[in-house]
């Protein structure tokens, strides 16, 4: 299983970047898909969720609620983070992760490299 975020990069405060990531070796249609972030000195945490096929069902963190878009196309095996309204605290690593469960914050058991994104204010 293979996952492959790009599109970072460095950014001003109140930009928007989009973020992609594509798949190989799994399911990706059925899979849960996710992105999360690594802020220097802090723990990874989730940033958004979206459910296999469909992807009816989508999660924010509440730091991002309202200017990030997670979107999945499913006949690229590929998996988007539209980031908006970008503010100095989303600096960080994103990583793209997939899961084989159904619950948007639950277990990841696949993950990329990740991709650094720098936003200047």
């Known amino acids: 299983v293979q996952l492959q975020a790009s599109g970072g990069g460095l950014q001003q405060a109140g930009a928007s970047l989009r973020l992609s990531c594509g798949v190989s070796?799994?399911?990706?249609?059925?899979?849960?898909m996710g992105w999360f972030r690594q802020a220097p000195g802090k723990e990874r945490e989730f940033v958004a969720g979206?459910?296999?096929?469909?992807?009816?069902?989508?999660d924010y963190a509440g730091s991002v609620q309202g200017r990030f878009i997670i979107s999945r196309d499913n006949a690229k095996n590929t998996v988007y983070l539209q980031m908006n309204g970008l503010k100095p605290e989303d600096t960080a690593v994103y990583y793209c992760?997939?899961?084989?469960?159904?619950?948007?914050?639950?277990?990841?058991?696949?993950w990329g490299r990740g991709t650094l994104v720098t936003v200047s204010s």
């Open positions: 992760a997939a899961s084989r469960g159904v619950i948007l914050r639950g277990t990841y058991e696949y």
């Open positions: 070796g799994l399911t990706f249609g059925s899979s849960v």
């Open positions: 979206i459910s296999g096929w469909s992807g009816d069902r989508i």
